[in-house]
């Protein structure tokens, strides 16, 4: 069954995977991204870990790492009362010293149609931005 919205954005870094991912996973440096004003974790992505966050205009979100695997993808899930937010981010290989950032967003749950017209278009420019804005601090390797 599709869900109500969903949204998929990639961009490519000269990075490898690995250095990518490093990156990524110091909470920390996901102030690249605009649109995060902050965010606590107890085990920055880790299956399981718990982080508090602040994004765009949204009310503080705590959302929890369903999946990790190093260097490969992380899922972290959220919720607000009747939607379900889920965040997939991969880390693509193209060489050896390349990798393609892709993140996904899907909305599900009860009222899930109801908040896609207002959330999606939101969430559609922060990942294009935000993944912008993380490739070039990859790349730079530099650290907000």
Known sequence: MQPPFEFEHSVEVNASAETAWEFWTKGGNWHADQSTDWVTTDDVLASG???????????????????????????????????????????????????????????????????????????????RDGLQSLADAIAERREP
């Open 49 to 127: 870990a718990v982080g508090d966050a602040e994004h765009l205009d949204l009310p503080f979100v705590r959302s929890r790492v369903a999946e990790s695997r190093a260097a490969e993808r992380a899922v972290l899930e959220a919720e607000m009362p009747g939607v379900t937010f889920r965040f997939e981010m991969s880390f693509e290989p193209v060489s050896e010293s390349r990798t393609r950032l892709r993140q996904r967003v899907t909305l599900t749950g009860p009222h899930a149609a109801a908040a896609a017209p207002l959330l999606g278009p939101m969430f559609e420019q922060s990942i």
